[in-house]
C-alpha cells in the first residue's frame, strides 16, 4: 500500500485524525488478504449486491455510431443502482472487524450516501449521512432511500452545500467519534490509507471485465473509458489494464457549461495542485488557494478535487482525461435510453459521451469498454427538467 | 515564568481595518496574537470560526492583506503575532515566498492545521532559515512517541488540543484535557499551551493551575465579533474578555 502516488497523496490532516488512520492501516493490512475476509466480501458481493455484473454488447448502439464495438460494464446493475456497493461492502466489513458500531459517510449524488446506507442496515450499524443541503434538494429519492434503510440523512448548510462540504463535515464528525466510529469514504479521495482501500475495494470491476471480455472477444479492448469524479469506478476499471500499454485508458471529466466558463468540475484540466481533504492532489481553486465552487449536471461528479492516483497518472500520461459538458452528457443519456433500454447514470453518461465521440473515428473490430458506473433513475428530476414529452 | 494569553480572530473578519483595531484592543491584555487565514474549507473549525471565515472570505479578505495586517499592526506593537492556517494558502503561495513576506511584515510563529509532523522536513528547515517559529498541535490520543517528535518539531509553545473535536465553545473543561496536560507536560521541553473550547475565566484558571504554560481563546472572541461586528462596542468587550480571561491566569499561577 503506498501512502503517496508520486508525490500526491499523503496524510494532511489535523493531528487528531492520525491514530485513527493508523488504526485503519493496521486494520486493513491485516484483514486484506485474510482468506476468510476475503470469502465473506466475495459472499456479500455475489449474494447481496449481485456480482459478477455482465459485460454487454451494446450493438443497437454500436449500430448506429458505426466504428468500434461498444460494451458496458453493468455496474447499473448492482443493488441501489451503482459501483458504490462494491466499496461500501468492503469497508463495512472492515469497520466490523475494528470493532466500531456506527458508520458516517458523505454523499454528492447520493449513490453512496445510499449503498452505505444499505450496508449499513446490513450489518446493523448505526448510520449517518453527510450530504449537502443543494444535493439533498436535487436527490430527493435517494434521501428517501436512505431513510427507508434506517439512516439519518444530516444536510450540510455550510460552503457551497455540496459533496466537499459534506466532507468537511464528515471528518468534523469523526474528530469527535473516532473511538466507536467508521469514517466509510466513497471515493478514492481522503488522507492515506482510504485512495488504496477505495480501489482495492473497486477493482473487482476490472478484474472482471477483463475475463470478460477475452471470454467474449478474445482479446483485450483498445480503450476503456469511465468518468471520474472523485475516481473510483474509473480506477476500479482501469487498475486491472493499466500494466497493459495497447489498451487505452480515459477518464471523462465533467465539464460542466464549458471547459473555458467557470462553471465546470474538471480537477485535472483545469485544476492546480493543492492540499484538501488530506491530500495533495489537484484542485479547483482561485489565486488565493481558496477552494471554488463547482458546476455539473451530474451531483456524482460536482467535485472540486480528484483522487491523488488520478494526479498520479495524469502526470506520467498513463491515462487520458478529457472533458464532457453537460449537454453532451444529456445526449448520451438519452441516446442510450432509446437504442438499449437502459437508462444510464448522468455520471456514467459522460463516459458513454465520449466513447460515442471516438467510436465513430474506430474500426469495427476494435473494442471499447464503458463502465457504466450507475443507472439513471436517480437522476430523472434533473432530465425532466430539460426534455418534455 | 509567566504564564501566557494567545488571542485568536480571523483576519478579515469583517474587514482587514476592523481586525486591525480587534489586535490593539486584544493585545492590551494578551501575550500572544493569533491571526487566522480564512479558508474556504476549515475542517478543523467549528461553526463560529466557520462563519467568521466566510464574512472575511465574502468582504474580499486575501492572503496578501494578512500580511498588510500585521504590518500596520507592528506600527503600534510588538506583541508577537502566530499565523494560524490550512496548508493549501501556502502551497498555493509556495511555501518560501508565504514565509518570506511572513517574516518581512512581522509575524512571529505559523501554525499549520493540517500538516502533520512526517511531512514538514522542508517546512522546518525553510521556517528556520526565516527565522519563523513552528507550532504544531497535540491531540489526547497522541502517541508518546509522536508527542516528543511535536515537541522536537516546535518552537516558541506546543498547542495541546483539550478535546476531541473542532474549535468552539465548550461549557466545561474535561478531565480527559486535564489528565492530558499533566502527561504532555512531563515529556515536553517547549512551553505547553492548551486551546480549543475555552471561552471563560475559570477555565482559563484550571489549566495554568494544572500546569499549563497558557491558553488559547478563539471561539469566545469571534462570538462576539459576529453579534457586535466592525465597532468600537466589539473592541471593548474583546478588550473585557481577554482582561477577564488574563485574571483567570495570574488566579492559576498564584
Ligand atoms: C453512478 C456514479 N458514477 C460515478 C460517480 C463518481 O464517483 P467516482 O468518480 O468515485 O466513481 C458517482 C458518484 O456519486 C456515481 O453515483
Not at chain 1, 462540504?165 to 468534523?172: F, S
Not at chain 1, 465533467?254 to 468540475?265: I, R, S
Not at chain 1, 492532489?281 to 491523488?308: C, K, M, N, W
Not at chain 2, 466566510?54 to 507592528?74: C, H, P, Q, T, Y
Request: net charge negative; proline share 3%; aromatic share 8%.
Amino acid at each position: 500500500m503506498e501512502m503517496r502516488f508520486g508525490k500526491y497523496g499523503g496524510q494532511y490532516v489535523p493531528e487528531v485524525l492520525i491514530p485513527s488512520l493508523k488504526e485503519l492501516e493496521k486494520a486493513y493490512k491485516e484483514y486484506k488478504d485474510d482468506p476468510e475476509f476475503k470469502e465473506e466480501l466475495d459472499y456479500y458481493l455475489k449474494n447481496y449486491a449481485g456480482r459478477e455484473t455482465p459485460l454487454y454488447f451494446a450493438e443497437n448502439l454500436t449500430k448506429k455510431i458505426g466504428g468500434a464495438k461498444i460494451y458496458l460494464k453493468r455496474e447499473d446493475l448492482l443493488l441501489g443502482g451503482a459501483h458504490k456497493i462494491n466499496n461500501s461492502i468492503g469497508q463495512a466489513l472492515l469497520a466490523k472487524k475494528m470493532g466500531k458500531t456506527r458508520l458516517i459517510a458523505e454523499t454528492g449524488a447520493g449513490e453512496h450516501g445510499l449503498s452505505s446506507a444499505m450496508v449499513g442496515a446490513l450489518f446493523k450499524m448505526k448510520t449517518r449521512i453527510y450530504m449537502g443541503a443543494i444535493d439533498v434538494e436535487r436527490q430527493k429519492l435517494n434521501v428517501y432511500k436512505m431513510k427507508l434503510h434506517g439512516a439519518e440523512v444530516y444536510p450540510v448548510e455550510s460552503g457551497s452545500k455540496t459533496l466537499k462540504d459534506a466532507i468537511n463535515e464528515a471528518l468534523r464528525d469523526w474528530v469527535e467519534t473516532f473511538e466507536d466510529t467508521y469514517y466509510l469514504i466513497g471515493s478514492v479521495v481522503g488522507p492515506y490509507p482510504y485512495p488504496s482501500i477505495v480501489r482495492d475495494f473497486q477493482s473487482v470491476i476490472g478484474k472482471e471485465a477483463k475475463k470478460q471480455i477475452l471470454d467474449i472477444e478474445g482479446k483485450l479492448p483498445e480503450c476503456i473509458v469511465a468518468c471520474v469524479g472523485g475516481g473510483s469506478n474509473s480506477i476500479g476499471i482501469f487498475n486491472e489494464f493499466k500494466n497493459y500499454k495497447e489498451v487505452k485508458l480515459i477518464g471523462v471529466e465533467a465539464a460542466g457549461e464549458g471547459l473555458d466558463t467557470e462553471k465546470h468540475a474538471a480537477a485535472l484540466l483545469k485544476g492546480k495542485e493543492g492540499i484538501l481533504h488530506g491530500m495533495l492532489s489537484y484542485f479547483l481553486q482561485d489565486e488565493d488557494g481558496q477552494i471554488r465552487p463547482t458546476h455539473s449536471i451530474s451531483a456524482g461528479l460536482d467535485y472540486p478535487g480528484v483522487g491523488p492516483e488520478h494526479a498520479y497518472l495524469k502526470d506520467m500520461g498513463a491515462v487520458e482525461y478529457v472533458g464532457i459538458t453537460d449537454e453532451e452528457a444529456l445526449n448520451a443519456f438519452l441516446e442510450l435510453s432509446k437504442t438499449e433500454g437502459i437508462i444510464p447514470a448522468l455520471e456514467s453518461s459522460h463516459a458513454l459521451a465520449h466513447a460515442m465521440k471516438i467510436a465513430k473515428e474506430m474500426d469495427s473490430d476494435e473494442i471499447i469498454i464503458v463502465n457504466l458506473s450507475g443507472r439513471g433513475d436517480k437522476d430523472l428530476d434533473t432530465v425532466m427538467n430539460y426534455v418534455k414529452f | 515564568m509567566d504564564k501566557k494569553l494567545v488571542s485568536f480572530i480571523v483576519a478579515g473578519d469583517p474587514n482587514p481595518e476592523a481586525t486591525l483595531k480587534f489586535m490593539k484592543a486584544l493585545s492590551k491584555h494578551s501575550d500572544i496574537i493569533e491571526l487566522g487565514i480564512p479558508f474556504s474549507d476549515p475542517m478543523a473549525d467549528g461553526e463560529t470560526i466557520q462563519m467568521a471565515d466566510i464574512r472575511a472570505l465574502n468582504n474580499g479578505m486575501k492572503v496578501s492583506k494578512v500580511f498588510d495586517i500585521i504590518r500596520e499592526f507592528r506600527k503600534y506593537s510588538n506583541t508577537p503575532i502566530v499565523v494560524m492556517t490550512y496548508y493549501n494558502p501556502v502551497f498555493n503561495m509556495g511555501l518560501e515566498r508565504f514565509l518570506k513576506e511572513l517574516k518581512e511584515s512581522g509575524g512571529n510563529g505559523l501554525i499549520v492545521v493540517d500538516l502533520p509532523v512526517e511531512d514538514s522536513e522542508e517546512y522546518l528547515s525553510l521556517c528556520k532559515k526565516y527565522g519563523i517559529n513552528t507550532i504544531f498541535l497535540a491531540a489526547p490520543n497522541t502517541s508518546e512517541d509522536r508527542i516528543k517528535r511535536i515537541d522536537n518539531a516546535s518552537s516558541m509553545f506546543v498547542y495541546l488540543v483539550s478535546l476531541y473535536g473542532t474549535t468552539g465553545v465548550r461549557r466545561e473543561i474535561s478531565n480527559l484535557a486535564i489528565d492530558f496536560l499533566k502527561r504532555t507536560k512531563k515529556l515536553c521541553k517547549n512551553p505547553v499551551y492548551v486551546g480549543f473550547g475555552i471561552s471563560e475565566k475559570e477555565h482559563a484558571k484550571r489549566f495554568i493551575e494544572n500546569g499549563a504554560d497558557g491558553v488559547v481563546v478563539g471561539s469566545a472572541y469571534v462570538k462576539i465579533i459576529e453579534e457586535y461586528g466592525d465597532s468600537e462596542e466589539t473592541a471593548k468587550k474583546l478588550e473585557e474578555k481577554a482582561m477577564e480571561l488574563k485574571e483567570g491566569i495570574l488566579e492559576g499561577s498564584k
